[in-house]
């Protein structure tokens, strides 16, 4: 059944890549045969793959359900692969309502970014920890992964906004900001592949080493050792000799991983503005050409009308619940508490400021951006980097 359930997100994940090329083929022509306004031959095909992959990733989820007796939620992998889901099935639902493919252009390469980022993870069946023994698990988790995955989709919207609307002919703060935007997507996929690469050749190498209480323990890297532990001894014939040496209350593994996330960002993205000679933004300026502003800040808005009461259900009300059930506290100020809060509040303020204070278009759709990058760093930083009792997440 384990099996069956990796083969079928490998399904999935094909189907997803193959639709963005249908998807870029469906931007050229808006109008079927009858001049009427929809979706062309490509856009259906787009649609049709990324159901299908959909479905397959569905069939994911149960079969590794059935496979692991609860739901496939409880670590990182599972998790962030059911964020994924989670945002393609979210793009679905919003697709049918507005019927625009450019969208799924930018929502899909997101959703397999995702998804490929979740593959970097151990992706063994483990038994639950006493706290996750709960079917708050099922309800909490999901429901705030899909509270997620509907906010990310203003994600999307805001940023074919901004594509359009900031004047790439000249350089100002504003073409700055949303060049790390795509900057920042690059170096997820930096990381991805050269995890992958380091992973295909099978590299490895451990260390014994002092943590910061004087306990002997031993590490092993997955990537060549940039950054070494401290008072480090190398355990295998074939590591590479750290060039740095981290203090001991710095946990180097991490460290290194963080630069080579860094270093393969840039070289992928320098590679990239080498092919396109210009900013990945300006390259993406003529495909967002016939869109009309006011129809994509609608659906960002909308996207965090349903998005946010979703995530407050999930990451804040039902989180509340199982906490009290698992620590016998409602609250503790564990660090991901802590970033589910800043999460809702910056939300919160998001609907405020487009209510009360008009913050509609090029505003909203920064604030769409920056509020993706605060779940992003709450699903990476806050789960890996920051110690906790949600720490079993990594």
Known sequence: MAALSSNLLFIAFILYLVSILFYGGSIKSKKD???????????????????????????????????????????????????????????????????????????????????????????DITPLIPALQSYWLHIHVTTAAIGEAILAISFAAGLIYLVKAIDQTKSTKRTFWLEMVMFSLVTVLGFVVVSSVFSGIGYHEKFNWTDKHGTQAVVEYKMPAITGPHDSELLTKEGFKPLIEMPAFINAKKANTVIWSLMSGLVLYGLIRLILRKRIAAALQPLVKNIKLDFVDEISYRSVLIGFPVFTLGALIFAMIWAQMAWSRFWGWDPKEVWALITWLFYAAFMHLRLSKGWHGEKSAWLAVIGFVIIMFNLVAVNLVIAGLHSYAG
Not at 37 to 44: E, F, I, P, S, V
Not at 71 to 97: C, D, K, Q
């Open 33 to 123: 045969m009858n001049g009427k306004k929809g979706t062309n031959r490509w856009g259906t095909i787009a649609v049709f793959l990324t159901i299908i992959g959909f479905i397959s990733q569905l069939g994911y989820f149960i079969t590794r359900w059935i496979a692991a007796g609860h739901a496939p939620v409880s670590n990182m992998f599972e998790f962030t692969t059911f964020f994924g889901m989670a945002l393609v099935g979210a793009f679905i639902v919003i697709y049918f309502i507005y019927r625009t493919t450019l969208l799924g252009l930018f929502t899909m390469p997101v959703a397999i970014l995702v998804i490929a980022y979740a593959s970097m993870f151990p992706r």
